[in-house]
C-alpha cells in the first residue's frame, strides 16, 4: 500500500478487554480478597488486642477495598478509566453490594426453605453477578471501546 494511502487511514483502537469479560480473573480476585479478609481479620482477633471483633472486621474490609479495587482494575477489566472516575464508582458499587446483599438474604432466607450454606452461597452468587456487571459497564468502563475492523 502506498504511504499516501496508508496516511489518509485511521487506527482504530482495539479493545483490550479480557477474554470472558474478565469473570474468571474476577471471581479468582474476589475470592482472594475475600480469603485474605478472613485470614486478616481472624489473625488480629486471636491476637487478643482488645479492640471490639466488630472494629477489627470492620477495619480489615476497609483495609482492602483499595487493593481489591486496584487488581480488579488492572487485571479484571483492564481498564483504563482514571481512578478520578472509576474508584468513586466502585465505592459506590460496593455500597450497592451490602444494600443487593441484605435484600437477597431477606428474600432468600425469608422465602426458601434452602439450607443456610446454600442459602449464603446463592446470595454471594447473585450480589457478585450484579457487581461484575455494574462494576464492567459503568465503574470501569471505558470512554470508548472500540472496535477492530478488518482492513
Same mark, same amino acid.
Given at each position: 500500500?502506498?504511504? =499516501?494511502?496508508?496516511?489518509?487511514?485511521?487506527?482504530?483502537?482495539?479493545? !483490550?478487554?479480557? *477474554? @470472558?469479560?474478565?469473570?474468571? /480473573?474476577?471471581?479468582?480476585?474476589?475470592?482472594?480478597?475475600?480469603?485474605?479478609?478472613? &485470614?486478616?481479620?481472624?489473625?488480629?482477633i486471636w491476637l487478643d488486642t482488645g479492640?471490639?471483633?466488630?472494629? /477489627?472486621?470492620?477495619?480489615? $474490609?476497609?483495609?482492602?477495598? /483499595?487493593?481489591? $479495587? #486496584?487488581?480488579?482494575?488492572? +487485571?479484571?477489566?483492564? =481498564?483504563?478509566?482514571?481512578? @478520578? *472516575?472509576?474508584?468513586?464508582? $466502585?465505592?459506590?458499587?460496593?455500597?450497592?453490594?451490602?444494600?443487593?446483599?441484605?435484600?437477597?438474604? +431477606?428474600?432468600?432466607?425469608?422465602?426458601?426453605?434452602?439450607?443456610?450454606? &446454600?442459602?449464603?452461597?446463592?446470595?454471594?452468587? #447473585?450480589?457478585?453477578?450484579?457487581?461484575?456487571? /455494574?462494576?464492567?459497564? @459503568?465503574?470501569?468502563? !471505558?470512554? *470508548? @471501546?472500540? &472496535?477492530? &475492523?478488518?482492513?
Open positions: 500500500m502506498s504511504a =499516501s494511502l496508508e496516511s489518509l487511514m485511521c487506527d482504530v483502537p482495539r479493545s !483490550r478487554a479480557p *477474554q @470472558w469479560g474478565g469473570l474468571i /480473573v474476577f471471581i479468582a480476585i474476589g475470592g482472594a480478597g475475600a480469603a485474605a479478609f478472613v &485470614v486478616l481479620s481472624t489473625l488480629i479492640i471490639a471483633d466488630w472494629v /477489627v472486621n470492620t477495619t480489615c $474490609y476497609a483495609a482492602l477495598i /483499595v487493593p481489591v $479495587y #486496584l487488581l480488579h482494575r488492572l +487485571y479484571s477489566f483492564r =481498564s483504563d478509566a482514571s481512578h @478520578w *472516575q472509576a474508584l468513586p464508582r $466502585y465505592l459506590v458499587v460496593q455500597g450497592m453490594a451490602l444494600l443487593l446483599a441484605a435484600l437477597f438474604s +431477606y428474600v432468600i432466607h425469608g422465602v426458601t426453605a434452602l439450607p443456610t450454606v &446454600v442459602a449464603s452461597m446463592l446470595v454471594i452468587t #447473585l450480589t457478585s453477578g450484579v457487581n461484575f456487571m /455494574v462494576l464492567r459497564g @459503568w465503574a470501569f468502563a !471505558r470512554a *470508548q @471501546w472500540g &472496535v477492530a &475492523v478488518p482492513a
